[in-house]
Antibody, heavy 119, light 107 residues
Framework: EVQLVQSGAEVKKPGESLKISCKGS????????IGWVRQMPGKGLEWMGI????????RYSPSFQGQVTISADKSVSTAYLQWSSLKASDTAMYYC????????????WGQGTLVTVSS | DIQMTQSPSSLSASVGDRVTITCRAS??????LNWYQQKPGKAPKLLIY???SLQSGVPSRFSGSGSGTDFTLTISSLQPEDFATYHC?????????FGQGTKVEIK
């Protein structure tokens, strides 16, 4: 069974750094792209970027380029999303997701990690 | 970026109703259009990919159609478990973009 298990909810202050994780299991981690999707409170879904777990080839949405870093460690089948300096506007639910074999749709989603940034 | 516009933003329907949701792209996206269902507090779930292909395990009352700029998600007979928000998403060109969502509520 394919599973993406994300790290737990975080509460941070503006300016702090953060790295959240997404561990894949039940499939060959290095053969698929993993993406990150943001959902701000009461809002729609926003595609942040993707990483190919096999070689860490990474593509960012221009809206998130320079704001976050996406990485992966294939030795532990885990993808990461990190911030160097959080802002209150980063408060959102963040989902990791696996792209299907065609790499043209998301076929599995993590359960989400809620990030709250507040002073 | 390619803009995706869903209509309506919300709708009220009864169990057994036929429901249609529309998604329009700001430029042609061929058939690179996916539909997801999201229930409150849960992650989205893939329903339809490549405009009309039903994801494994998804009930056959869900169907998708369209190509180019105009797409439709149809629920042939609405069931209690279908009350949720539905999102379209284009994968023709990065950055992938989503519609704003359509919330299907109980009448």
């Amino acid at each position: 069974e394919v599973q993406l298990v994300q790290s737990g909810a975080e509460v941070k202050k503006p300016g702090e750094s953060l790295k959240i994780s997404c561990k894949g299991s039940g499939y060959i981690f290095t053969s698929y792209w993993i993406g990150w999707v943001r959902q701000m409170p009461g809002k729609g879904l926003e595609w942040m970027g993707i990483i190919y777990a096999g070689d860490s080839d990474t593509r960012y949405s221009p809206s998130f380029q320079g704001q976050v870093t996406i990485s992966a460690d294939k030795s532990v089948s885990t993808a990461y999303l990190q911030w160097s300096s959080l802002k209150a506007s980063d408060t959102a639910m963040y989902y990791c997701a696996r792209l299907g074999s065609s790499a043209r749709h998301i076929d599995y989603w993590g359960q989400g990690t809620l990030v709250t940034v507040s002073s | 970026d390619i803009q995706m516009t869903q209509s309506p933003s919300s709708l009220s329907a009864s169990v057994g109703d036929r429901v249609t949701i529309t998604c329009r792209a700001s430029q042609s996206i061929s058939s690179y259009l996916n539909w997801y269902q999201q229930k409150p507090g849960k992650a989205p779930k893939l329903l339809i990919y490549a405009a009309s292909s039903l994801q494994s395990g998804v009930p056959s009352r869900f169907s998708g159609s369209g190509s180019g700029t105009d797409f439709t998600l149809t629920i042939s007979s609405l069931q209690p478990e279908d009350f949720a928000t539905y999102h379209c998403q284009q994968s023709y060109r990065t950055p992938w973009t989503f519609g704003q969502g359509t919330k299907v509520e109980i009448k």
